[in-house]
């Protein structure tokens, strides 16, 4: 059984690796288990500045998920270089470092600052951030501004480029087929979904920020149905899936859409193990349903027509 | 060391108007400090739920946590019964930190569910010698619990928001009657109280203790911060930096 995926710029031991935001820079989970057992790292995003974030309440709990709005809060890509990428520095995992802003300006600011960095693999380009008001899900919803900001993160990144969708599009593909032909070395998909929730005592929403973004099993099918469409229009993109993965037989799910590896967000703040518990399975769910590799699964859920 | 442990309830018995006292076995009790939380996993919710440590059994190797039911996670918690186990993360948080603190006479200033890890840190301050007043607030006489023990760590004085039980009003207005002859205070409860008794003891020196809706509950997520006092553009997680603040270090909306 091999659990081993080649990406850009990342050579994975096993398919799976905890979401951007999710996992903070390591330290707190490195408590729970040694995350040399990860197939990557998603580090929280970078921005060109430090960021508070929004007001609280940030998070509420919903129907099998969560809402979040935090509002992108991190120390500034410099504070992050210096301050907490040298702590993964013991583990032979490679950290892929999500960056985000709010202009075109600021996102190349960061991937230039980054460049200065050894201690990072790839990058996730963020732009479907749902929780700022400036830039974020605008990059994200926009063929063209996506197309614009991937071209010039290419040009000023030395490593490869991982451009995370946004869900709350009309059509995935378009915006897909804009970062690839820019330039993008692959994809990740899916952010969360913009949604609401309102207090019935208070009359009002119960975060802060009114709007979160939904993750959790609830939006599984909706990141399914995505990255299967992109692997129908793009068979050969690379794709990190995410959304809602909860155990291993959601991770063969994603395989079969069409992702190469996939990310675990939400579901580490219910079960702190649950990354390493998933990789345990693994092997497992996979032989049960007849692959002996992960890239034997990818894209296999595709009927094949004629 | 922080761990989820699935862990036995040995007891689960009501103590006051939808408040639940809960006694459960942990090899890791004895490490538990005053102030700290453990964060309960319930089938079914995506999300943690977390409680205070309200009292430590080191020989017996049990813990006692109190909670209310607030909303729908709390509700299904309060169904669980003796010899069920719960998913729990322990220890987590911060500490009352007696161990560095000198001080004779301590104030203990609690109200609803904020008043359960003030007795835990009062029984070790008793046992320090420390002298030990409590003031605690509650809505109502229904919703009075753990008198009789404050009692046994010191005087105990009750307010009741409608007077239905001991002296109606606020804790602050029991805080006026005493005057200020202890060195250190001690308060967990509603950010509201919270910000009363840290205006009306401004001179003096304490902890606080702050509740906040979490994600992780271990420092990953940033859903439960505080604004810094000395400068809002930055905060503290209250999961992880937190929940036991000094006094005067965060700003209380």
């Known amino acids: 059984m091999s659990l081993t995926v080649n990406l850009p710029g990342l050579s994975l031991k096993n398919p799976i690796m905890p979401a951007s935001g999710c996992f903070g820079f390591g330290k707190e989970y490195s408590q729970f288990y040694d995350l040399n057992q990860l197939g990557a790292i998603i580090v929280k995003a970078a921005t060109g500045e430090a960021r508070y974030g929004n007001p609280t309440p940030r998070v509420a709990e919903t129907s099998s998920g969560m809402l979040n709005a935090i509002g992108l809060q991190n120390p500034g890509v410099e504070k992050i270089i210096t301050d907490e990428l040298p702590f993964l520095r013991q583990y032979h995992t490679p950290i892929i470092a999500n960056i985000a802003g709010s202009t075109v300006e600021e996102y190349v600011k960061v991937a230039k600052t980054l460049n200065q960095s050894q201690d990072i693999a790839a990058i996730e380009l963020n732009i479907s951030c749902p929780n700022v008001k400036e830039g974020g899900v605008q990059f994200g919803t926009d063929p063209e501004l996506a197309k614009q900001v991937t071209d010039q993160v290419k040009e000023a990144s030395d490593y490869p480029v991982y451009v995370k969708l946004s869900p709350n599009v009309t059509n995935i593909t378009t915006m897909a087929k804009a970062v690839v032909g820019a330039g993008a070395d692959g994809l990740s998909m899916i952010n969360t979904l913009t949604g609401m929730q309102i207090n019935l005592k208070k009359r009002a929403p119960v975060i802060a920020n009114k709007t979160g973004g939904l993750s959790g099993p609830a939006i599984k099918p909706i990141a399914i149905r995505m990255i299967y469409e992109v692997r129908q229009a793009l068979s050969n993109v690379p794709i990190i899936g995410m959304g809602g993965i909860m155990n291993a037989e959601d991770v063969l799910e994603f395989l079969l859409a069409g992702a190469n590896a996939v990310a675990v967000g939400t579901a580490n703040f219910q079960n702190p193990n649950i990354c390493p518990e998933i990789i345990a399975e693994l092997p497992g769910i996979l032989s049960r349903y007849g692959f002996e590799s992960v890239e034997e699964a990818v894209g296999k859920g595709h009927i094949i027509h004629g | ?253």
Do not use: W
């Open chain 2, 1 to 253: 060391m922080i761990t989820k442990q699935s862990l036995e309830i040995l007891s689960h018995i009501q103590i006051a108007e939808e408040t639940f006292e809960v006694v459960l076995r942990s090899a890791l009790s004895k490490e538990l400090k005053p102030g700290q939380f453990v964060h309960i996993a319930l089938p079914g919710h995506m999300l943690r739920r977390p409680v205070s440590i309200a009292n430590v059994d080191p020989e017996a190797e049990t813990f006692t946590m109190i909670f209310k039911i607030f909303g729908e996670g709390t509700r299904h918690l309060s169904k669980y019964q003796a010899g069920d186990k719960l998913d729990v993360i322990l220890p987590c948080g911060t500490h009352y930190p007696i161990e560095n603190l000198k001080l004779e006479h301590a104030l203990l200033v609690g109200g609803g569910i904020g008043v359960p890890p003030l007795y835990y840190l009062g029984k070790q301050l008793k046992d320090k010698g420390v002298k030990v007043t409590s003031v605690l607030g509650f809505q109502s006489a229904s919703q009075v619990f753990y008198e009789e023990k404050f009692q046994q760590l010191g005087d105990t004085f009750i307010a009741t928001n409608d007077g239905s039980y001991g002296q109606k009003g606020f804790v602050t207005d029991i805080i006026s009657e005493l005057g200020s002859p202890f060195d250190y205070y001690f308060s967990c409860g509603p950010t509201p109280m919270l910000k009363a008794v840290t205006d009306q003891l401004a001179d003096k020196k304490g902890y606080i203790s702050l509740e906040e809706r979490m994600g992780c509950g271990v420092g990953t997520c940033y859903a439960c911060v505080v604004p810094l006092k000395a400068d809002p553009t930055k905060n503290k997680k209250i999961c992880k930096d937190g929940p036991v603040f000094l006094a005067n270090e965060v700003s209380l909306a």
